[in-house]
């Protein structure tokens, strides 16, 4: 995925990615540290992770705050509570400089709402990393101008009728 980002788009400022067991966001922390070992990018983005409120352990070590004390039932493909490779996540965050966002319902419905809008019918869990994104930039943690990988994997239509009905 970073080869195919990297393609595309050239570099990146940041790399913004749901944690669950941490396959994507290790995935891209991966192909980007290749990426700069082969010289193709001077230096790797920042990387910011994205956890489900009830399954933050990941993002409590970085000092994020609880957005509520419910636990997820909507991002229901990052409800780990405690992911296998949980030290290498917190290593590939803290490397880069990065740091780690809490996504709630409420917040992942709009985020829904917005990327349906605009084009995008994804899953819940994918909806998160735009959660992260607007959180980011309210933060000043990202710039206007930045630019930003925000991988939206996983489709929306095998829910599509749940998701019609988030937001009307």
Known sequence: ???????????????????????????????????????????????????????????????????????SKLADGITEIDPPRR?????????????????????IKGSLVKLRKLGFIVEPTSAVSYVALI?????GFIKPGDKVLLPLTGSGLKLIDELILIGE
Request: proline share 2%.
């Open 1 to 71: 995925m970073a080869y195919e980002a990297y393609e595309q788009v050239g570099s990146v400022g940041h790399v913004i990615a749901p944690i669950g067991s941490g396959t994507i966001l290790l995935g891209l922390y991966k192909g980007y540290k290749e990426l700069v070992q082969l010289q193709a990018l001077e230096k790797l983005p920042k990387f910011i992770g994205v956890q489900a409120s009830g399954y933050s352990h990941i993002c409590g070590e970085f000092g994020a705050t609880l957005k509520g004390v419910a636990k």
């Open 135 to 139: 959180d980011s930039l309210k933060d």
């Open 87 to 107: 030290q290498q996540i917190v290593d590939a965050i803290r490397s880069t400089n990065g740091h780690c966002i809490i996504a709630n319902d409420d917040e």
